[in-house]
T-cell receptor
């Protein structure tokens, strides 16, 4: 079946360094992807999205890269801060389900070291 | 800034009891969703709702589950006869359009004893 997965379940980075969180997806028909951040005890929070007609999208300190050839998504966080510590989920919104639900990956825990 | 709200924040119930989880989506949004997250696991889609009817549901959303929009602001998830394995965080979300950013509420933690 369709699935979204992550290469790295945990990631520890030094404060100020850049972080890269990776995600592999299996549904080549997916056309919309979102990165969510989830802090302990809270709901997922939107970070950045990208549609399949784009390869790269930048936000404030975050960049999402989409490689459709290998079905890979990454989230880059520049100058990682302690407040970035959280679990990060990638999610895909497949075209074959009318785009009304997201399939979430298992998540990567980002720990920012002082 | 508008946000999705959910009540209660924590619900404890006995196995076999009915529970209703409540959500107030963002006011101008048209699509509503329920997700669940078992402790330590990923977020799983349950159901989407549009134009006063279910538009999509997962295999998790069996006959024990139902959703309703009883008025212009609330969106509820009912579990008719709770099981131990229903213990999880339940997140409500809403979006303006179908393939668009979904805004999540803070969740309701359901504990079934």
């Amino acid at each position: 079946g369709e699935s979204v997965g992550l290469h790295l379940p945990t990631l520890s980075v030094q404060e100020g360094d850049n972080s890269i969180i990776n995600c592999a997806y299996s549904n080549s028909a997916s056309d919309y992807f979102i990165w969510y951040k989830q802090e302990s005890g809270k709901g997922p929070q939107f970070i950045i999205d990208i549609r399949s007609n784009m390869d790269k999208r930048q936000g404030q300190r975050v960049t999402v890269l989409l490689n459709k050839t290998v079905k890979h998504l990454s989230l880059q966080i520049a100058a990682t801060q302690p407040g970035d510590s959280a679990v990060y989920f990638c999610a895909e919104n497949g075209v074959d389900n009318y785009g009304q639900n997201f399939v979430f990956g298992p998540g990567t825990r980002l720990s920012v070291l002082p | 800034e508008p946000e999705v709200t959910q009540t209660p924040s924590h619900q404890v119930t006995q196995m076999g009891q009915e529970v209703i989880l409540r959500c107030v989506p963002i006011s101008n949004h048209l699509y509503f969703y329920w997700y669940r997250q078992i402790l330590g696991q990923k977020v799983e889609f349950l159901v989407s709702f549009y134009n006063n009817e279910i538009s999509e549901k997962s295999e998790i959303f069996d006959d024990q589950f139902s959703v309703e929009r009883p008025d212009g602001s609330n969106f509820t998830l009912k579990i008719r006869s709770t099981k131990l394995e229903d213990s999880a965080m339940y997140f409500c979300a809403s979006s303006l359009a179908a393939s668009n950013e979904q805004f999540f509420g803070p969740g309701t933690r359901l504990t079934v004893l």
